[in-house]
């Protein structure tokens, strides 16, 4: 499948890269980074179901892999790599979706949180802590989340996210 990119994540792992603090010799010249992609599918291969061109489309790309990175106008990848973009989602924010919303993920399954248990979110009020607030809050039943920090509009939107926030020390409820 290919989509045309409209947008694509910078993360610590291309960062890392062009910062040489990540090795990219495995990758085959042209080493082109960039995991996380959203844009319109503008091909469907023939043994492809369930996709049409004009769908919105966000996906995780290996720059490792034969395929190459995010950081290109137009993405081939497996159809396994592609996910629909959630209704009315803006296409830069889906960008940004499929790597941090995997890692909240994997954080939120191995904390294993129980309705009505307290998680700490240390840097809630960034990206990938806004996934785990909104993921924990949203799937745990109601668990509070609390975020240390400094500025207020943090503290806003946190609260916005479903979380509580603490200031300094975490406290405990």
Same mark, same amino acid.
């Given at each position: 499948?290919?989509?045309?990119?409209?947008?694509?994540?910078?993360?610590?792992?291309?960062?890392?890269?062009?910062?040489?603090?990540?090795?990219?010799?495995?990758?085959?010249?042209?080493?082109?980074?960039?995991?996380?992609?959203?844009?319109?599918?503008?091909?469907?291969?023939?043994?492809?179901? %369930?996709?049409?061109? %004009?769908?919105?489309?966000?996906?995780?790309?290996?720059?490792?892999?034969?395929?190459?990175?995010?950081?290109?106008?137009?993405?081939?990848?497996?159809? %396994?790599?592609?996910?629909?973009?959630?209704?009315?989602?803006?296409?830069?924010?889906?960008?940004?979706?499929?790597?941090?919303?995997?890692?909240?993920?994997?954080?939120?399954?191995?904390?294993?949180?129980?309705?009505?248990?307290?998680?700490?979110?240390?840097?809630?009020?960034?990206?990938?802590?806004?996934?785990?607030?909104?993921?924990?809050?949203? %799937?745990?039943?109601?668990?509070?989340?609390?975020?240390?920090?400094?500025?207020?509009?943090?503290?806003?939107?946190?609260?916005?996210?479903?979380?509580?926030?603490?200031?300094?020390?975490?406290?405990?409820?």
């Amino acid at each position: 499948m290919r989509i045309r990119v409209q947008a694509f994540a910078v993360n610590s792992t291309d960062t890392g890269v062009r910062a040489g603090q990540r090795d990219s010799s495995q990758a085959s010249p042209p080493y082109v980074p960039g995991m996380d992609a959203a844009g319109v599918i503008d091909e469907v291969g023939p043994d492809v179901s %369930g996709w049409e061109v %004009g769908d919105e489309v966000m996906a995780i790309a290996l720059p490792l892999s034969a395929h190459g990175g995010a950081y290109v106008e137009e993405l081939v990848a497996p159809v %396994g790599s592609f996910t629909r973009i959630p209704w009315k989602t803006w296409i830069p924010l889906a960008s940004t979706m499929p790597m941090n919303g995997l890692t909240a993920l994997q954080i939120l399954s191995r904390a294993g949180l129980a309705p009505g248990q307290t998680l700490a979110v240390t840097g809630a009020a960034g990206l990938l802590g806004n996934y785990v607030v909104q993921l924990a809050v949203a %799937g745990s039943g109601g668990a509070a989340c609390l975020a240390a920090g400094r500025r207020m509009s943090g503290s806003r939107r946190v609260a916005r996210w479903g979380g509580s926030w603490c200031r300094g020390e975490a406290t405990t409820t």
